[in-house]
T-cell receptor
Framework: QQQVKQSPQSLIVQKGGISIINCAYE??????FPWYQQFPGKGPALLIA???DVSEKKEGRFTISFNKSAKQFSLHIMDSQPGDSATYFCAASTDSNYQLIWGAGTKLIIKP | NAGVTQTPKFRILKIGQSMTLQCTQD?????MYWYRQDPGMGLKLIYYSVGAGITDKGEVPNGYNVSRSTTEDFPLRLELAAPSQTSVYFC???????????FGSGTRLTVV
């Protein structure tokens, strides 16, 4: 019940296309859903986050869509660029838990 | 403004040796975390701390120890290194529980 399942494991998108990464969870107590971006040789960095009181959050080309009833959330990268090539992690947590529960990661490659 | 600093960046250990991975943050964050990252496995929490003098086990604590004598420092000790501890280790900190982690650049450890 504590798991966050992330898919796909890897993704190749043409430059200018839309990249979509999906995550699913079981624990309905989760109330914070961040996405992290990790470049090779670096630590993950917070990209965007959402709480379940909204269905969508947009920051530039990055959008989180949240479906509370389906217990799913997804990251959409619009107009994908080669510089977006990285590994993306979704995560989830509750206010009462000091631990982020992480997805397994998606390696995204944007082809020029 | 260094953020989270980890040393060393790379290390090769022989089976049975011990070492300490150093982690220092200059953001006055109360919360600090140690993760290990294995290929395709995402991030696994080893230990975390909610403030100086307070530490607790995460998901995979066996074979590791931590201490938190100051707000800034959170070293991770490996005793009797084993090949299963070959991994990339990340330290992270946050101002509040779970939100907006800042990660270090990682330590790549190989046990042979």
């Amino acid at each position: 019940q504590q798991q966050v399942k992330q898919s796909p494991q890897s993704l190749i998108v043409q430059k200018g296309g839309i990249s979509i990464i999906n995550c699913a969870y079981e624990n309905t107590a989760f109330d914070y859903f961040p996405w992290y971006q990790q470049f090779p040789g670096k630590g993950p960095a917070l990209l965007i986050a959402i709480r379940p009181d909204v269905s969508e959050k947009k920051e530039g080309r990055f959008t989180i869509s949240f479906n509370k009833s389906a217990k799913q959330f997804s990251l959409h990268i619009m107009d994908s660029q080669p510089g977006d090539s990285a590994t993306y992690f979704c995560a989830a947590s509750t206010d009462s838990n000091y631990q982020l529960i992480w997805g397994a990661g998606t390696k995204l490659i944007i082809k020029p | 403004n260094a953020g989270v600093t980890q040393t060393p960046k790379f290390r090769i250990l022989k089976i049975g040796q011990s070492m300490t991975l150093q982690c220092t943050q200059d953001m006055n964050h109360n919360y600090m975390y140690w993760y290990r990252q294995d290929p395709g496995m995402g991030l696994k929490l080893i230990y975390y701390s909610v403030g100086a003098g307070i530490t607790d086990k995460g998901e995979v604590p066996n074979g590791y120890n931590v201490s938190r004598s100051t707000t800034e420092d959170f070293p991770l000790r490996l005793e009797l290194a084993a090949p299963s501890q070959t991994s990339v280790y990340f330290c992270a900190s946050s101002r509040t529980a779970n939100y907006g982690y800042t990660f270090g650049s990682g330590t790549r450890l190989t046990v042979v």
